[in-house]
């Protein structure tokens, strides 16, 4: 792997946790999910960083190994 394929992973790593952030953050009412007190504010805003990290890898990773396979498949085709 060459730097620019991990600097694009990386990227697109962090891209897509970020999506995902934003989402969670403002299409989920966590308030249904727990009862929201000052306490407890800290701790589902770090599980909420956790949750998008992992849906923001998968994603990203779903994305890359599609360009990937779509890459690979064009080569052989030509």
Do not use: C
Request: charged share 15%; aromatic share 10%; hydrophobic share 55%.
């Amino acid at each position: 792997m060459n730097i620019i394929e991990t600097s694009i992973m990386v990227t697109s790593h962090v891209i897509f946790t970020a999506i995902s952030y934003r989402l969670l953050i403002e299409l989920v009412d966590w308030s249904k999910w727990m009862k929201l007190n000052p306490d407890k504010l800290s701790s589902l805003r770090l599980f909420v960083l956790f949750l998008s990290m992992a849906l923001g890898y998968l994603v990203s990773h779903f994305v890359l190994d599609i360009v990937q396979l779509s890459q690979e498949m064009l080569i052989r085709l030509s």
